[in-house]
């Protein structure tokens, strides 16, 4: 079975300072690629997503994601983080043959200190 | 404005007794999903709806109960056969159940046991 892994469980930076999440998933095909925030008190927001093509996608909010088919890794990043980038990360991986399932990840809470 | 609804926003059960969460989508959409968020696990898959009149268990469906008569509704019953029900419930919808459709989420039910 499919599976995500979020090394990183809860991460603390200061204002202005980079941010880089890691997401490792185990499947050996084709797979489209989520990460997920959730703010405090809000839903679930898709922050950008990887289906083909050039494997650095550029989200909202000024955040990006490589994709590293060899490493099986889709990190999160942004060069400058703001306070109002506190919330929860969720990567979130399904396979691109027939009808799957999308996995998530257990999510890393990001803490940005003003 | 389009989105999915899900109400209540607390629920409370008290020991024996099935409740009821509904989820209501006027996004169009045809697949809908119930997932059960808790601290440090992600995301876990409970039932999912690929058409209206059809549905299939996720991974943790033992204990639930779902039904979809309406294109727009996919309401889930935790029943007394759940013996951890504590948790937050969350809905989602994508247009079809393709694997490169990303789903949209409500802002989800917190269930608790009296």
């Known amino acids: 079975a499919q599976s995500v892994s979020q090394h990183n469980h809860h991460v603390i930076l200061s204002e202005a300072a980079s941010l880089e999440l890691g997401c490792n998933y185990s499947?050996?095909?084709?797979?489209?690629l989520f990460w997920y925030v959730q703010y405090p008190g809000q839903h679930l927001q898709l922050l950008l997503k990887y289906f083909s093509g050039d494997p650095l996608v550029k989200g909202i909010k000024g955040f990006e994601a490589e994709f590293i088919k060899s490493k099986f890794s889709f990190n999160l990043r942004k060069p400058s983080v703001q306070w109002s980038d506190t919330a929860e990360y969720f990567c979130?991986?399904?396979?691109?043959?027939?009808?799957?399932?999308?996995?998530f990840g257990t999510g890393t809470r990001l803490l940005v200190s003003p | 404005d389009g989105g999915i609804t899900q109400s209540p926003k607390y629920l409370f059960r008290k020991e024996g007794q099935n409740v009821t969460l509904s989820c209501e989508q006027n996004?169009?959409?045809?697949?809908m999903y119930w997932y059960r968020q808790d601290p440090g696990q992600g995301l876990r898959l409970i039932y999912y709806s690929q058409i209206v009149n059809d549905f299939q268990k996720g991974d943790i469906a033992e204990g639930y109960s779902v039904s979809r008569e309406k294109k727009e509704s996919f309401p889930l019953t935790v029943t007394s056969a759940q013996k951890n029900p504590t948790a937050f419930y969350l809905c989602a919808s994508s247009i079809t159940s393709g694997n490169n459709q990303p789903q949209h989420f409500g802002d989800g039910t917190r269930l608790s046991i009296l």
């Open positions: 979130a991986v399904i396979p691109n043959t027939g009808f799957q399932k999308l996995v």
């Open positions: 499947y050996g095909g084709t797979v489209n």
């Open positions: 996004l169009n959409h045809d697949a």
